[in-house]
C-alpha cells in the first residue's frame, strides 16, 4: 500500500501531502511512493531519521535554505541512468542531465560534509562532473568540447571559415563522426558510475522528502510517536487540516485525550460533538505514523496495525448504485472478513447502521461489538443507540456546555460552546441533547412542544 494508492480515501490525507513541501518532482515521486509500513523496526528507522534532520534544521538555518535550493535542482534522469546503465549511447541532452545532476549532487554532499550530517551519505561523484566538465566551469551546460579530440577544434575553425558550401558541409559531415565517436567514449567512460548515479538519486529523493516532513513537523508542532505494542494512546490528538480552518475563522481546535486497546469501545455523544471528527483525527495519524510522519498530537503512542478501515458515512460510495446502508453492510462484512483471515486492523465505524429501524439497527450494533470483541480488533464505533448491550469499554463526549451559552449561536459558532473531551461512562443510554440544540437554533416552538410530548 502506497501513499498514491491511499491518498484519496483518506479523510484529510490530500491537505497533509499537499503541506508536506517537497523541492524537486523526484522527491514528490518518492513521497508519492512511500509504503504503509508495518514493521516496528522500519517505522523507528524512518522516525529516527526523522528526528536527526529536524536537529539538523534546528542546528543549521542557514545550510538548510541551502539545501532546499540545491534541491530544487534535482530532476528525475532515471532513464538517462538506465540507458547509461545499457550502456546505450547518450545524447548531449542526457549529457547535460547527468551533468546538471552530478553537479547539484557534488555541492550537496560537500554541504553534508561540512555540517557533519548524521544522515543519508552521498556517493562522492567528482569523477562524473570531471568528465563531463574538462574546462572546470562548474556550469550546468554541456556540448561536444573541443578538448575531446585534438582534431575537433581545427576542423570546427576550418568550417567557420570556409567559403565553399561543399567543403563546409564535408568538414560538418567529418566534425559529427568525431563527435559521435566522442559520444561513445564518453558513455563507456561513465558507465561504470550508473550505480553511483542511482544511488545518489534515490538519496536525494530520501533527503528532499525528509526535510519536508521534518518541516512540516515544525510547522504544525507534530509529535514523534513511541511505538506501543498493545494499547494506542494519545493527548491533545487533533486534526490538522480542521485545526487550520477554525484558526482561520478566529476559532480554535480542541484536541482530545483517548486510548484504544485491543477490544472495541463504543463511543456516544450528541450530534454535532465531534464524534466523526475523532475517528477521522485517529485514521488520519494512524497513517501518517506508519508512513513515517510525526503524528498531531502533543504525545502519542501508537500500536501498528496491517490496515486502517474507516466507515464514515460520508466516505461512502454510491456509484455502485448501493444505498448507504447496502454500501456500509458491505463495507462490515469486509472489516469481519479480513478479521477473520488474521489481518491486523483498526477499525473505526461511525453511527452504524444509523440508516435503518432503530431495532434492527441496535441489534447490528450488538452484534459488531461482539465480533470485534471475540477477534480481539482495536475498533472505536460511535452510535447514537441506546440499550447496546455488550460490556465493553465506553467513552461518552461531554458536549454542550449550556452554561455558557451567552447569545444567538448558529450551526458554524456551536463548536464553541461544546465540550470535546472525552470521558469514561458505564452507562448504555446515550446523551439527549437534540432538541436542546434544536431549540438553542430557535427552531419553531409549537414543533418542538410536540416533539417533547
Known amino acids: 500500500m502506497l501513499v498514491k494508492e491511499v491518498i484519496k480515501k483518506v479523510n484529510g490525507l490530500p491537505y497533509v501531502i499537499d503541506n508536506v513541501q517537497v523541492c524537486s518532482s523526484w522527491g514528490k515521486s518518492m513521497l508519492l511512493n512511500q509504503?504503509?509500513?508495518?514493521?516496528p523496526n522500519d517505522i523507528q528507522r524512518n522516525l529516527d531519521d526523522l528526528k536527526r534532520h529536524i536537529g539538523f534544521i534546528e542546528n543549521n538555518?542557514?545550510?538548510?535554505?541551502q539545501l532546499v535550493v540545491l534541491l530544487h535542482e534535482i530532476n528525475d534522469i532515471t532513464q538517462t541512468i538506465q540507458n547509461l546503465k545499457n550502456l546505450q549511447v547518450l545524447d548531449d541532452i542526457e549529457f547535460?542531465?547527468?551533468?546538471?545532476?552530478?553537479l547539484a549532487s557534488q555541492k550537496i554532499w560537500q554541504l553534508l560534509q561540512e555540517t557533519n550530517y548524521d544522515g543519508p551519505r552521498l556517493y562522492d561523484l567528482s569523477k562524473v562532473v570531471e568528465i563531463l566538465d574538462p574546462e572546470e566551469s562548474r556550469i550546468a551546460h554541456f556540448y561536444i568540447y573541443s578538448c575531446y579530440h585534438p582534431e575537433l577544434e581545427n576542423i570546427r575553425k576550418q568550417i567557420s571559415?570556409?567559403?565553399d558550401v561543399n567543403v563546409a558541409e564535408?568538414?560538418?559531415?567529418k566534425a559529427r563522426q568525431i563527435e559521435d565517436a566522442v559520444r561513445q567514449k564518453l558513455t563507456e567512460m561513465l558507465q561504470p558510475y550508473w550505480n553511483n548515479l542511482l544511488r545518489n538519486l534515490h538519496l536525494i529523493g530520501t533527503l528532499d522528502v525528509l526535510n519536508a516532513k521534518a518541516q512540516l513537523a515544525l510547522r504544525w508542532q507534530l509529535s514523534m510517536p513511541t511505538i506501543a505494542v498493545e494499547n494506542t494512546r494519545y493527548e491533545g490528538l487533533f486534526h490538522p487540516q480542521m485545526k487550520v480552518e477554525l484558526a482561520e475563522r478566529g476559532s480554535r481546535f480542541q484536541p482530545v485525550d483517548v486510548v484504544l486497546t485491543p477490544h472495541p469501545c463504543l463511543v456516544t455523544g450528541a450530534n454535532m460533538s465531534g464524534k466523526t471528527v475523532l475517528l477521522k483525527s485517529l485514521s488520519l495519524s494512524q497513517y501518517m505514523f506508519q508512513f513515517g510522519f510525526y503524528v498531531p498530537a502533543t504525545l502519542a503512542e501508537i500500536v501498528p496495525v496491517e490496515d486502517v478501515v474507516c466507515l464514515i458515512d460520508d466516505q461512502q460510495t454510491e456509484q455502485r448504485g448501493l444505498s448507504s446502508f447496502a454500501a456500509e453492510m458491505l463495507s462490515v462484512n469486509e472489516i469481519l472478513t479480513r478479521t477473520k483471515s488474521g489481518t491486523k486492523l483498526l477499525a473505526l465505524v461511525d453511527e452504524l447502521a444509523r440508516t435503518t429501524n432503530p431495532d434492527e439497527g441496535r441489534r447490528i450494533v450488538n452484534a459488531f461489538v461482539r465480533m470485534m470483541e471475540k477477534y480481539g480488533v482495536m475498533s472505536l464505533i460511535t452510535t447514537h443507540y441506546s440499550g447496546v448491550a455488550p460490556q465493553c469499554r465506553r467513552l461518552r463526549v461531554k458536549g454542550l456546555l449550556t452554561d455558557r451559552i451567552t447569545s444567538d449561536v448558529t450551526?458554524?459558532?456551536?463548536?464553541?460552546?461544546?465540550?470535546y473531551t472525552l470521558v469514561e461512562?458505564?452507562?448504555?443510554e446515550v446523551p439527549a441533547e437534540a432538541l436542546t440544540i434544536a431549540r438553542i437554533f430557535?427552531?419553531?416552538?409549537?414543533?418542538?412542544?410536540?416533539?417533547?410530548?
Open 35 to 39: 509504503p504503509f509500513l508495518t514493521e
Open 61 to 65: 538555518e542557514a545550510a538548510t535554505r
Open 96 to 102: 547535460f542531465e547527468i551533468k546538471k545532476f552530478a
Open 161 to 163: 571559415q570556409a567559403e
Open 170 to 173: 564535408e568538414l560538418t559531415w
Open 411 to 419: 450551526p458554524q459558532s456551536l463548536h464553541r460552546y461544546m465540550d
Open 425 to 428: 461512562t458505564t452507562s448504555d
Open 442 to 453: 430557535h427552531v419553531d416552538e409549537e414543533f418542538l412542544a410536540e416533539a417533547e410530548r
